[in-house]
């Protein structure tokens, strides 16, 4: 099986431009989740989604930033107008129906913003 | 606002050495996750926890949760130069959002040869 993908591995933005970071969960997981490791910090919960469905963005910030995971296709975090404080790792997870506290990681996406 | 504390921050030891590292919190989890984290890469769960005082073990690695389920630690017998890594881990807030994990900062372990 393959795990949780995640694309691109990096990605780099200037300033004032827009970031779309991609995650396709594991095979038979529906509820992805999006995580954001800033460097010194520990992974901080931003997203929770099931397919067409925001279950749970309280960890996302309230301008800017935006999720979605669609019917068909990837989960995408949609990041605009970037800010060097946008810089981090962003992780997609994903977990197996009836447990949502096991999640599997994917290897994430290091967003540059210049 | 949920905390785990990890501890120590930074583990050196020898290759053969057995060695345990904690992560507590004064709130009580649905959960516990450990994980590894290797440069560049994602967290690779490696257990999941959920009853108070639980035992898990896996190969050289055990796994306790506390009777209170506020704190849990992760011990390692015999460790080898492939258990080098940042261990973190995470626990699933209670109150029917136990998918919101609250990561520690994470325990980086290095063992030499």
């Known amino acids: 099986n393959a795990g949780v993908m995640q694309n691109p591995r990096h990605l780099v933005r200037r300033r004032g431009q827009e970031a779309r970071l991609r995650c396709s969960p594991m095979k038979g997981h529906s509820h992805v989740y999006w995580y954001r490791q800033l460097p010194e910090e520990g992974l901080k919960f931003m997203v929770y989604?099931?397919?067409?469905?925001?279950?749970?963005e309280s960890g996302m910030p309230k301008e800017r930033f935006s999720a979605e995971f669609p019917k068909e296709g990837p989960s995408i975090l949609r990041i605009q107008q970037v800010v060097r404080g946008d810089s981090a790792a962003y992780f997609c997870a994903s977990s197996p129906p009836g447990r949502t506290d096991t999640q599997y990681f994917g290897p994430g996406t290091r967003l540059t913003v210049l | 606002t949920q905390l785990l504390e990890q501890s120590p921050q930074f583990l050196s030891i020898q290759e053969g050495e057995n060695l345990t590292v904690y992560c507590n919190s004064s709130s009580v989890f649905s959960s516990l996750q450990w994980y590894r984290q290797e440069p560049g890469e994602g967290p690779v769960l490696l257990v999941t926890?959920?009853?108070?005082?639980e035992v898990k073990k896996l190969k050289r690695l055990t796994f306790q949760f506390g009777d209170a389920r506020k704190d849990s630690s992760l011990h390692i017998t015999a460790a080898q130069t492939g258990d080098t890594g940042l261990y973190l881990c995470?626990?699933?807030?209670?109150?029917?959002?136990?998918?919101?994990?609250?990561f520690g900062k994470g325990t980086l372990l290095t063992v030499n040869p």
């Open positions: 926890v959920v009853t108070g005082g």
């Open positions: 989604l099931q397919k067409e469905n925001i279950i749970d």
């Open positions: 995470a626990g699933g807030s209670s109150g029917g959002s136990n998918y919101k994990l609250t």
